[in-house]
Every structure is written in C-alpha cells, then in structure tokens.
C-alpha cells in the first residue's frame, strides 16, 4: 500500500461513518508547501465511542493494527491512537478532537480540495498548519517543523491570512516563534 492509497482509505473509511475530520501534520504542509518524504498521515477526528464498531470492521486486523483499548482512551483522554499498516509500515496518527476554541476554530476552517490522486479530503487551513507547526516545535524544536512552515509561506505565502496566525500566536503563546519565523523570512528576502 502507498501513502496516498492509505489516505484514500482512510478518507473513504471516516466519511461513511460520518466522522467530522482533517487531514493536518506534514501531509498538510506538503500540500501547501513544498513536497518532503514521509511515512505518516496526521488526521484530527472527533471520533465518539460510537464509531469504534465500524472503525474496527473497516480496519480489520489482518491488515491493520488498530487497538479498541486505545481508540477508547483517547476518547476518553482527548489524546490519539494509531491506525497502522503493517506490511507497507504506514502509519495514521489519530488525534481526538478536544472541542476547545482552537480545535472548533480549525474545523471551521477546513479547506475541502483535492489532492493529486484526485482525492477530496478535508484538509486544514494552511494558517492552522502553522499554527500547529510552531505548537510542535515549541515543544520539540526540531527544525522539519520551521522547514515546513518556511516552504508553506514561501509556496502559498500570498493565500495565508496572518492576521489569524498572530491572533492565535498570542493566545497560544506562540508569537515569540511566528516573530522569528517572520524576521528570518525577511532576511532571506
């Protein structure tokens, strides 16, 4: 299986059981930026107990690895679980929607497009890519997620409101990163 096979599986599993979702993470970032290689779909879904049934029918456990246990912690946590594909090595990481002003923010935003496999998904908005990009970096500091951020606002810079950036960059003590993301870009102007 490929990546964007797994995406479409995916994609095609979570709307016929009418789950809200997004695809976010380096997929997102690809998609606005520039491409990079990587082994793993990110995807924000507010998945209640009642999908777990049909999550474990459409993921069935000769092909995937997909643990009841943990699907219901994360609920239950607002945390993630993983959907993986053994054979191929792919892996879906899950994030359980939390229902805060953010996360109720980004489902508002969702862009509905098509990808180059001619797939539509619901993808974030380039704007809370970043804004999750400079989330994961301010807790890990690995450059993938400035790279990523850079090619994004170097590919798409013209279509990505700012104002909406530094609005949550404020109320997610971000603005330190987004500055420095800014300034660096001027530099290299």
């Not at 219901?72 to 002003?101: C, E, M, R, T, W």
């Not at 990808?115 to 990009?133: C, G, L, Q, R």
């Not at 409101?161 to 870009?185: G, P, Q, S």
């Amino acid at each position: 299986m490929e990546l964007h096979e797994l995406l479409k599986y995916l994609i095609k599993a979570f709307e016929s059981l009418e789950i809200q979702y997004f695809i976010t993470g380096s997929m997102a970032s690809m998609f606005y930026g520039e491409p990079r290689f990587t082994n793993d779909i990110d995807v924000v879904a507010d998945i209640k107990e009642k999908h777990i049934a049909g999550l474990l029918k459409l993921f069935p456990e000769d092909e995937f690895y997909i643990s009841e246990e943990a699907i219901l912690d994360a609920i239950i946590n607002q945390y993630q679980f993983n959907i993986i594909h053994p054979a191929s090595g792919l892996k879906v990481d899950v994030v359980i929607a939390k229902g805060d002003d953010f996360d109720k923010s980004r489902f508002k935003r969702i862009k509905r497009v098509t990808t180059i496999e001619e797939i539509w998904a619901n993808f974030a908005s380039p704007e809370d890519v970043i804004i999750m990009k400079m989330r994961y970096y301010k807790e890990g500091e690995s450059e993938k997620h400035l790279r990523d951020i850079a090619s994004m606002l170097k590919i798409s810079g013209n279509e990505i409101d700012r104002d909406y950036i530094d609005f949550w960059a404020k109320r997610l003590n971000l603005l330190d990163i987004w500055n420095a993301i800014l300034n660096k870009l001027k530099l290299n102007l």
